[in-house]
C-alpha cells in the first residue's frame, strides 16, 4: 500500500449544501471517511492521533468571485467556492486529514475554466502530479464531488499520467444522475478501475 494514495476531490460545502449541492453528497462523505479507515487501518497514529502513513491529497476549486465559469459572466455555472468564503471550504468531518502541502488548487485562473485537479497546486507551487511523483504513488484512489466533471477529468489526466487509477464509487456526488451513470461507464471503458 505503500505506493498507494488517496486524491479527494472538491468535497466543499458549495458542492455539498450550497449553491451546487450535489446528489449524493452525505453519502460520499461517509464513503470517504470509510475508505480512509480502511486504508490506515492498522498504520501508527501520530501524536494528534491521525493515521497518516498513506498520503491523502485534497483538490480544491477556488474561484475569483468573477470566474469565468458563473452564469453573470456567460459561463455554466452558478457562483461557487469563491476565494475565501465558506462555500470554499472542505468539509469538517474531513478537515483532521488535511494538510497544506497536500492541498491543491485549481480555477484560480479568471479566464480559464480548469475540471482536472491534476495540475491544481500546493501553496508552494508544486502540481498534484508532481507531488504524487516525488511521493513514487504508482497507485491512486479517486473519490470526491462531481463524478462528471472534476473526479473524471481528473482520474483520466492521472491515467494518462502512467498512474493505476480506481475511482470509488460509493464516494462520489453528482449533478446529474444519468450523466454520472454515464461517466462511470466512459471512465471503466478507457480503464479506470472503479470499485
Ligand atoms: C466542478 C463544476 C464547476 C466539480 C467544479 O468540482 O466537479 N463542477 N466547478
Ligand atoms: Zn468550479
Avoid at 41 to 55: F, K, L, N, R, V
Avoid at 82 to 101: C, I, N, R, S
Avoid at 177 to 190: P, Q
Wanted: contains cysteine.
Amino acid at each position: 500500500m505503500k505506493d498507494s494514495a488517496l486524491v479527494v476531490v472538491d468535497m466543499l460545502y458549495d458542492f455539498i449544501d450550497g449553491t451546487m449541492a450535489c446528489q449524493g453528497a452525505d453519502a460520499a462523505i461517509e464513503g470517504t471517511l470509510k475508505a480512509i479507515g480502511k486504508l490506515t487501518e492498522g498504520t501508527e497514529a501520530d501524536e494528534s492521533g491521525i493515521h497518516s502513513t498513506y498520503p491523502i491529497l485534497f483538490v480544491r476549486d477556488h474561484h475569483p468571485a468573477d470566474h469565468c465559469s458563473f452564469a453573470a459572466q456567460g459561463g455554466p455555472w452558478p457562483p461557487h467556492c469563491v476565494q475565501g468564503t465558506h462555500g470554499a471550504d472542505v468539509h469538517d468531518a474531513l478537515l483532521p486529514y488535511v494538510k497544506e502541502d497536500m492541498t491543491f488548487f485549481k480555477g484560480e485562473d479568471q479566464a480559464r475554466e480548469q475540471y482536472s485537479g491534476f495540475e491544481g497546486v500546493n501553496p508552494a507551487g508544486q502540481s498534484l502530479g508532481e507531488v504524487l511523483h516525488l511521493l513514487d504513488i504508482q497507485r491512486v484512489l479517486v473519490c470526491g464531488i462531481a463524478t462528471e466533471y472534476c473526479v473524471r477529468n481528473t482520474a483520466e489526466d492521472l491515467l494518462k499520467d502512467g498512474f493505476e487509477v480506481t475511482v470509488l464509487k460509493d464516494a462520489l456526488a453528482w449533478v446529474d444522475a444519468d450523466g454520472h451513470v454515464a461517466a462511470l461507464k466512459a471512465m471503466e471503458e478507457e480503464g479506470i478501475r472503479i470499485l
